[in-house]
């Protein structure tokens, strides 16, 4: 089993910054990538939307939304990601699910997700 633990939430004005962190434990052989989703209010619980995505040596993904003010990286050896967030606006405000691919010593790949972490941006 594989624990995400994210931190790094909380309520900022327009135009601030949050990072974000997200650290995985438990039974890894490797991870394959990691990454932020965001669950706006009002959305359907099971459908949160991409933020962003790093592969552990690999590209980055990132949603059209954020390209720009946000950054992701990764910390393969920790097994850590955070994301920086710039000039947030209140439409990022939602909760954020940190979520990971991760191969285990028998060589299948299982999907995790953290508990999230809420980020409200508002005046």
């Known amino acids: 089993q594989v624990q995400l633990v994210e931190s790094g939430g909380g309520l900022v004005q327009p135009g601030g910054s949050l990072r974000l962190s997200c650290v995985a434990s438990g039974s890894i052989f490797k991870i394959k990538r990691m990454g932020w989703y965001r669950h706006p209010p009002g959305n359907k619980p099971d459908h949160p939307d991409l933020v962003a995505i790093v592969s552990f040596g690999g590209p980055t993904t990132y949603a059209d939304s954020v390209k720009g003010r946000f950054t992701i990286s990764s910390d393969n050896a920790a097994n850590t990601i955070s994301l920086q967030m710039n000039s947030l606006k209140p439409e990022d405000t939602g909760v954020y699910y940190c979520?990971?691919?991760?191969?285990?010593?028998?060589?299948?790949?299982?999907?995790?997700w953290g508990q999230g972490t809420q980020v409200t941006v508002s005046s």
């Open positions: 979520n990971a691919d991760v191969e285990n010593e028998y060589g299948l790949v299982v999907n995790y």
